[in-house]
């Protein structure tokens, strides 16, 4: 039997009577767009998270986007300035600073938790530097104590891009409220998934929050009166309703996502394989366990042989990618390393101890 990198079928199927009901109840209301279930979404996550207000997106890309947009309509950034990210992440972090006409400038990570490097960040600061964006990357928070007191020196924003770490907590807090804004992605296969596209923005800033909903809607808060040129990037009342339903059950997933990983991480003993850090096993809700090897594409083939598909998060770092040419020349040995070394296994809330327990077997035999 096959074990698929993520069965999203059986992930979702779990939930099966409720998401009808939820897809139901919207169908027989007849209202789409700009309702009651993205209210309540939006109400139910911002009290999930410990914060004062969340505002639905239409993606994860977008609520990034909707963040620096805020920013730059209040005047706190503007076109030409600079925001630190780091180099391994997904390619949606840079091109929401790109595509608002900021210059991204990739930073290096740490070997051990694979996100953004303080130090570097430290480096990277100019006099036109605005913000940094941390990535939780595959669900470890990154560090925020350190990076807050960079921000609170440098008088930068520091802002969250939340898509893989829905639920996760640090110091007592969850991710999405450790920073002056947060983005989220519920697209299907994050820790909190929609079955489509979906995104949220949260925040303690009411005025951030009253210009990125005008934004996420046409720069309008008022029909046909626009106050600044926004996006169309709404929740939609579907992706809210069931959004609304899986969010119930987010913790428990989480906690069986965990189960996993501490699994993996007691019993996969062969030297040639590096495991992730999991010491602080609170901050960290396993979007992806990632593991290190020296010959990956050797490892690969060999589970793929036993039926276990893998896959590569991020096969190439940002800096190398054609879209970013201009910062090829940066020397970023970190990032550069994991993506030629990283490799995620199967983990997911419905990957079942039987599945688990031959993903190990064969790992120990390579
Ligand atoms: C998924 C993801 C995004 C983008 O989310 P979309 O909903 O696909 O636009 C952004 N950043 C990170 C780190 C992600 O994993």
Redesign the pocket.
């Given at each position: 039997m096959e074990i698929p990198f993520l069965n999203l079928k059986r992930e979702n199927e779990r939930y099966t009577s409720e998401i009808r009901e939820a897809v139901s109840r919207v169908i027989n209301s007849g209202w789409y767009i700009l309702g009651e279930e993205k209210n309540s979404f939006e109400n139910e996550y911002a009290t999930y998270c410990g914060v004062k207000h969340c505002i639905g997106a239409g993606?994860?890309?977008?609520a990034?986007r909707l963040i620096l947009m805020a920013y730059m309509e209040q005047g706190v950034m503007q076109k030409g300035d600079e925001v630190i990210l780091p180099a391994n992440?997904?390619i949606?972090?840079a091109l929401a600073v790109s595509q608002c006409g900021l210059i991204p400038v990739f930073a290096d990570c740490d070997i051990t938790t694979y996100n953004i490097a303080p130090e570097s960040v430290i480096e990277k600061i100019t006099s036109r530097t605005k913000a940094i964006i941390a990535?939780h990357l595959y669900g470890q928070i990154a560090a925020m104590d350190q990076l807050k007191q960079i921000a609170r020196q440098h008088n930068l924003k520091l802002i969250e891009?939340a898509?893989?770490a829905q639920g996760a907590i640090y110091n007592g807090k969850k991710a999405g409220n450790l920073s002056d804004a947060a983005a989220f992605?519920f697209?299907p296969v994050?820790n909190l998934g929609a079955l489509g596209?979906a995104?949220a923005v949260t925040t303690d800033n009411e005025d951030l929050a009253r210009i990125v909903r005008s934004l996420s809607n046409y720069g309008s808060d008022r029909k046909y009166m626009h106050e600044y040129k926004g996006l169309n990037s709404r929740l939609d009342e579907m992706q809210a309703a069931i959004l609304s339903v899986k969010l119930k059950h987010l913790d428990r997933d989480n906690q069986r996502r965990k189960e996993i990983a501490a699994y993996y991480s007691e019993n996969i003993k062969n030297v040639n394989i590096i495991l992730p850090d999991n010491k602080d096993g609170k901050s960290h809700v396993f979007h992806l366990y990632v593991i290190r090897t020296d010959n990956r594409e050797q490892l690969q083939l060999f589970l793929s042989d036993k039926g276990i598909q893998t896959q590569i998060h991020y096969p190439i770092a940002i800096h190398k990618q054609p879209a970013y040419s201009v910062s090829a020349g940066l020397n970023l040995p970190v990032a550069e390393q994991l993506q030629d070394e990283v490799l995620s296994l199967p983990l997911y809330a419905s990957l079942t101890d039987d599945e688990l327990h031959r993903i190990v077997e064969a790992l120990n035999n390579y």
């Open positions: 993606n994860g890309l977008d990034i992440t997904f949606a972090t990535v891009d898509a893989q992605s697209y994050k596209d995104g």
